[in-house]
């Protein structure tokens, strides 16, 4: 795959900013290594938050929060990327603040355990207690990019509620089997490849058949609107696909949009990308109508 005939000038640029940060040297194991690479890159493409946007940290059923805008009877509950093992709530902090800022609803942002410390089912216990408790006073739409859409995926095929009025997932692993269309396609794509798939999974350590774990093995029969945001150049990017057959077959509507031209993790380009710009908005818009 020549992706100099599928990526713009922009997008390749922010390809080669984000690898600057990884030296040759770097253990694929030394996760603290690896965080410390992550959190510096993130921390560089911040893009700062709109002004005015009141912000507080706290905790929600045990679990720490960020917590971005004034009250509003509908919360956005939000769960970063980074393969279960990378991320926080300073990796996603601008990203948050400008949904709250843009949707004009309260942004709660999850600071949810890592693995391999904390493994299966850690990370969606945490989430679904933070969805859980804030359930009880408002509606919730689900939203997360990578890893966080995937925990926002499975809470919506193991977790009903009337509160729970939809979820919005960016570039989303949904559960299949890492094989044939995208993964063979994109297998080795900018900034994900099917092999680094494949170790984020193995470290997670969620089985397969466990809906927890696996969106796809969820209850897709009572799912909220949903609205799909895979990137074209992504191993990840055709689950959205079965997900969305899978759904219909089950009798709901999952709206798929595909960013064209664009790579995994390039919420961090929107302010570098006209492409990734164009498609944040619509991802917005999106979080607007949900609500």
């Not at 690896?34 to 893009?47: C, G, P």
Request: hydrophobic share 35%; proline share 7%.
């Amino acid at each position: 795959m020549d992706y100099n005939e599928i990526l713009d000038g922009e997008m390749r640029a922010f390809i080669d900013e984000t690898l600057s940060f990884y030296p040759d040297d770097l253990e694929p194991g030394d996760w603290s290594a690896q965080r410390a690479v992550y959190d510096r890159m993130a921390a560089h493409f911040h893009a700062g938050r709109p002004q005015g946007l009141s912000i507080a940290d706290r905790t929600v059923s045990g679990v720490p929060v960020r917590i971005y805008g004034p009250a509003s009877d509908t919360v956005i509950v939000y769960a970063h990327g980074g393969g279960f093992v990378l991320g926080g709530l300073e990796s996603h902090d601008d990203v948050c603040a400008e949904i709250a800022a843009e949707t004009a609803a309260r942004v709660v942002s999850v600071d949810y355990r890592l693995v391999p410390e904390h493994p299966h089912p850690a990370a969606y216990d945490d989430v679904l207690a933070v969805v859980r408790e804030l359930a009880r006073n408002h509606r919730i739409v689900l939203c997360g990019d990578s890893a966080g859409a995937m925990i926002m995926g499975s809470i919506a095929g193991t977790w009903s509620a009337p509160a729970l009025l939809g979820q919005v997932l960016i570039y989303p692993d949904l559960g299949y089997k890492p094989e044939g269309g995208s993964y063979e396609t994109h297998a080795y794509a900018p900034l994900l490849s099917r092999e680094e798939c494949l170790s984020y999974g193995d470290l997670r350590h969620g089985p397969t058949d466990d809906p927890t774990a696996n969106p796809s093995r969820g209850n897709l029969t009572e799912l909220p609107p949903t609205w799909l945001f895979p990137a074209e150049c992504d191993p990840l990017h055709d689950d959205c696909l079965r997900y969305r057959d899978q759904a219909r077959m089950a009798g709901r509507e999952v709206e798929v949009r595909t960013g064209q031209g664009l790579v995994h993790g390039w919420l961090r380009a929107r302010h570098r990308s006209a492409r990734a710009r164009e498609e944040f908005a619509v991802i917005c818009d999106r979080l607007r109508r949900a609500i």
